[in-house]
């Protein structure tokens, strides 16, 4: 959990990992920090995974699907030919 913490002498709001600010000063400026509150740091959401997946087996396995009906297809069309 990150928090943050804005300098008293900037305004410019630091944001440190847990609760703890003893030791830290403005990066910019070196001044004292007063705490804010709890900060959320975003991210970029990962969705790609589950897009590449979806994109990816779903063509596959209708391709494979339409392999094997196809199959089936040509085994009643020409049940003697080897
Ligand atoms: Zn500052």
Redo the contacts with the bound molecule.
């Keep these: 959990m990150e928090f943050s913490y804005r300098?008293?002498?900037?305004?410019?709001v630091?944001v440190f990992p847990g609760r703890c600010k003893d030791g830290y000063?403005?990066?910019?400026?070196?001044?004292a920090?007063t705490p804010i509150g709890e900060a959320k740091v975003h991210k970029k959401p990962n969705t790609s995974i589950t897009v590449d997946v979806n994109v990816d087996t779903e063509p596959l396995t209708e391709a494979l699907e339409l392999a094997k009906e196809l199959e089936g297809v040509l085994a009643r069309l020409s049940p003697h030919q080897k």
Excluded: A, D, H
């Excluded at 300098?7 to 410019?12: F, N």
């Design positions: 300098c008293l002498v900037c305004e410019m630091n000063n403005c990066m910019r400026c070196k001044g920090l």
